[in-house]
């Protein structure tokens, strides 16, 4: 009754700045992960873009009460300890984990002016901090567990991070490995936990050594790692992206 | 008088705004269908409160992937300076898992349904669409008068052509102001850098698992509407009613 066009420039103009919105504000900012040109990585890029811009980014996750830890499975791609799990066994780790740990040094390396190693000892001569969390996991449950560790800033600090960092990238004994940018890696939640719920780790919950990062989903939460680089470039450290999964898990 | 269509009956005409935004919203909310069960397919368990498992008792959980009820899971260990009963478990089951693509692609069409969802918010209170085809008048409110609609529907008595009719627009206006805002509320909750900065959410959802529920029971009641509207649009001239939406005038 009212219209006479078949499409109205008022349709063709909300149909447009919303689709074409969504692809493009990814595309033009040079601070977003490499999309690859695909449909959905510029999705998780546009995620990203609007969780770190319209975010606090010094908000602490929620934090619990001991009467509200509960039991926490364990998914993740298998026991570099064991023989029998071909695609995460190593033995320098079953070496280490036949000897408790004792051996075990933490490598830092990359854009830092002192890279080295750190022995637990030395880890733990650093700050510490305990807070007892939810971790949340893309799969669709979650758990809540106490975890005590030094942050990574701190580790970060005493190796003397460049200002030229811009990523650091983990990697596990299992061959795991993620990234994350400043923003987490400096987040005060973020911490490389040695114990859970007043014990050391158990040893498929990322014994010696394993990441927490509270403000994003479970799969960034590094268990076993071996070492860690600082990078000034973006770095799909196990290739998340080329495997489908989005970088940024922030949701 | 019964009929069994009103293929006479003047269907109610779209603006272009809402011809657009309602196919953006429609096949969004289609791929969030879609996604959303494919989501779901990986952990098929839903809980009550602020967190829930494998190992820990679940509300109830659906038949819907090889990962119902499945059993593989090593045994227990417990922790020592816990006096809960939590304890710790690794699966040894090789689970059913497409989140990969399954979440990229429910938050990408979720971007295109909040975006199109505040520009539709915008513009129907700025046009008065809201205000004037989708709020019941004063004292239309009444169940009497609802239930009488309700049942009129199923005598399939038509009522003022080129008009919604009372139950039509409390319908409308229930899916827009209170369901969409709900699953997508409840979307937000379940995001751990989300709930950093607005905490407030866990709070009104009741923790992590109450949101993940309400956000599926929601995403049921939502999938009802449509099964409902599209039968009524059926009933009412199929092809008429999908002209005028889509690209009639």
Known sequence: MRKTKLISRRQAIFAGITSAGALLLSGCLKKAPPTYGNILRMGDDLTYIAQRGLLSQRALAPEYQKNEITSFPVTDIGDPADPASKKTYNKVYQQLQSDGFKNYALTVEGSVARPGKYAMADLKKLAQRTQITRHTCEEGWSAIAEWTGVPLSAVLKDAGILQTARFVSFYGFDGYAESIDMLDAFHPQTILAHTMNGEGLPARNGAPLRLRVETQIGYKNVKFIQRIVVSDKFVDAADDIKGGWSWYTGI | MIVSQNPNAEAVSHRGWVKGSHFIIT??????????????????????????????????????????????????????????????????????????????????????????????????????????????????????????????????????????????????????????????????????????????????????????????????????????????????????????ITFGR
């Open chain 2, 27 to 244: 096949i969004s909310f289609l791929v969030l269908t879609v996604s959303g069960y494919v989501i779901l397919m990986s952990h098929p368990r839903l809980y009550w409160g602020k967190a829930g498992n494998d190992l820990t008792p679940a509300l109830f959980e659906l038949p819907i992937s090889r990962n119902y009820h499945h059993n593989g899971w090593d045994k227990s260990i417990s922790f020592k300076h816990l006096n809960g009963g939590q304890v710790t478990a690794a699966r040894t089951y090789d689970i059913f898992n497409q989140n990969g693509w399954g979440r990229s692609t429910h938050f990408l069409a979720a971007w295109f349904l909040v975006i199109t969802g505040i520009v539709y918010l915008l513009a129907g209170f700025i046009t008065g669409h809201f205000r004037f085809n989708l709020s019941p008048r004063r004292g239309e409110l009444r169940l009497k008068l609802l239930w009488r609609d309700f049942i009129s529907h199923f005598r399939m008595q038509p009522h003022t052509p080129g008009k919604y009719g009372l139950l039509q627009r409390v319908t409308y206006i229930s899916v827009i102001f209170f369901l969409f805002p709900v699953v997508i509320l409840t979307g937000f909750t379940m995001s751990p850098a989300i709930t950093a900065s607005c905490p407030f959410l866990l709070k009104i959802f009741f923790g992590h698992q109450s949101a993940r529920t309400i956000h599926f029971f929601a995403a049921i009641l939502l999938l009802l509407f449509l099964v409902v509207h599209l039968v009524m649009i059926a009933r009412s001239g199929f092809k008429k009613n999908i002209w005028k």
